[in-house]
Every structure is written in structure tokens, then in C-alpha cells.
């Protein structure tokens, strides 16, 4: 891969991290009691719990909720990125 081929490459790769970055997936849980928005850096940008959906006195349950929220919103953030970067991964072979 010549040198102007790799500087396209970087260039490529910088534009699609850049639309990763505006890209925000929001994930509920607990039937909207949470709601988790992450960009497609994998960079959590909102956490928001709804008062009126929880029960102050099951805490237990308002965690798990959080959690399920974050993991699923990291993976399809995951999901997303690999989306992206996919047609780059095959030329990325040709460096060196």
C-alpha cells in the first residue's frame, strides 16, 4: 500500500470516528424506567431515571435496571462501530 493510499485510509478512518461521535443509541430499561444514550465511541453521554416508574424502596431492582441499560447500550455501540469500520478492515490488511 503506497503512502497516499495509507494517508486516504487515515482520513477515512478519522471521518467515520468523527460520525461515531454524533451518533447517539439511547437504551431502556425497566420499562423506560431508565434510559442509557451512548455515541458510537462507546462514551455514555446521558443516564436518566424516571421517578414516577421506580420504586424508592426496591433499590436492588433501579441498579440492575442501570446496568442491564449500560451493557446493552455499550454492546450495540460496540455493534455500531463495527458496522462502521468494517469496510475499512480488509485494506487495513495491506499495511506494512
Known amino acids: 500500500m503506497s503512502r497516499f493510499d495509507q494517508a486516504k ?3 477515512k478512518m478519522k471521518k467515520v470516528q468523527k460520525q461515531l461521535q454524533k451518533e447517539i443509541i439511547r437504551v ?3 420499562e423506560g ?8 465511541e462507546m462514551k455514555i453521554k446521558k443516564i436518566h431515571i ?3 416508574l421506580i ?9 440492575r435496571w442501570v ?3 449500560v451493557k446493552s447500550a455499550i454492546s450495540q455501540s460496540q455493534k455500531l462501530a463495527a458496522e462502521k469500520m468494517q469496510p475499512m478492515m480488509g485494506a ?3 499495511f506494512g
Open 92 to 94: 487495513l490488511g495491506n
Open 33 to 40: 424506567a431508565v434510559a442509557v444514550e451512548i455515541n458510537g
Open 55 to 63: 420504586d424508592t424502596d426496591d433499590i436492588a431492582e433501579l441498579e
Open 28 to 30: 431502556e430499561a425497566g
Open 9 to 11: 485510509m487515515v482520513m
Open 50 to 52: 424516571d421517578p414516577d
Open 67 to 69: 446496568e442491564e441499560a
